[in-house]
């Protein structure tokens, strides 16, 4: 089996890998080296430009793991979907349309439904006072007030 | 899950979502209008942005069941659960049984909402459900509707 010694880069070598970095020579393999190098702890201040320049490339890969790409995508996919339903129901259902069916037929002409419309109305509407007299209760405000009526005309 | 299943998730939820967008498919009573609206002995109206003889529904359906002991029960039933947080402007009870029912039901958005109800004997048994929205309060409405008699 072949062992691999890791050789552990000096300043010297650190030096001229930054200056070969710097004349834009350096390979994938010694940036990884010079990377290594750099972000390790209690480095000489002169490294401190060379370890933000590759921390910002570090952290920026790292912030690109969490964009909101991905997000922007499903918003648009979520619109589209929304701006087809609803171009689709408009097409299906425009409006309510008016209608009636007497003993199961269609009718859709609209005078003759209005007719029907006015027959049902008819048969609910109130034939005598009793309904006057219960539209009279509908108002909160004078229920209150006939309650308290009743209050203070029992203090008397 | 890849993109094409989850799109499709997405198109089914929408597509149930907007199915249930009509007001008045909350409430028990459009039961009534589809297992009954198209049957022999019954008459079905809907009527829908129409300004009828002076009022201004947005929509209006009612349905008018003649001699019809089951549907006047199950209308009663749909009712009974449909009171639940109304205001019940009227009730007429006859031997023990609701004959004439007025609901203001609670508004959706802008829209008031009405349930009216009524039952007749004679000269045949008679039963009217009427479904009502609106943009006008309801209580003028109601009012309009009573008094055009």
Known sequence: ?156 | MNLKKQFLILLITGIGAFSGIKAQSDLQISKVFEQYGEKHGVTMVELTDEALDGYDFSLFKSITIVNNDKAADFIRRCLAKDEVGAKKVKQVVVNGIPTSIYLQLPRKGNVYRLILFNETFKPEQKITLIYIESKTDSENLLRLILKKK
Not at chain 1, 2 to 9: D, E, T
Not at chain 1, 36 to 47: D, H, T, V
Not at chain 1, 55 to 75: I, M
Request: hydrophobic share 40%; proline share 2%; glycine share 6%.
């Open chain 1, 1 to 156: 089996m072949k062992l691999v010694k890791k050789h552990k880069m000096t300043f010297g070598e650190a030096d001229a890998l930054i200056e070969k970095y710097y004349d834009g020579f350096t390979t994938v393999e010694e940036e990884k080296r010079l990377q290594a190098f750099l972000s390790q702890n209690g480095l000489p201040e002169r490294y401190a430009a060379e370890q933000a320049i590759f921390g910002y490339f570090k952290n920026r890969k790292s912030k690109q793991a969490f964009t909101l790409r991905p997000y922007l995508k499903w918003a648009g996919s979520v619109a589209a979907v929304f701006v087809i339903l609803v171009a689709g129901l408009q097409f299906i259902q425009p409006t309510y349309a008016s209608y009636a069916y007497v003993n199961g037929k269609k009718i859709t002409d609209l005078d003759q439904v209005k007719v029907q419309a006015l027959n049902s109305l008819n048969n609910v509407s109130g034939k005598n006072n009793e309904v006057k007299q219960t539209l009279n209760d509908i108002t909160d405000n004078q229920l209150i007030k006939q309650q308290l009526d009743v209050f203070s005309g029992s203090g008397e």
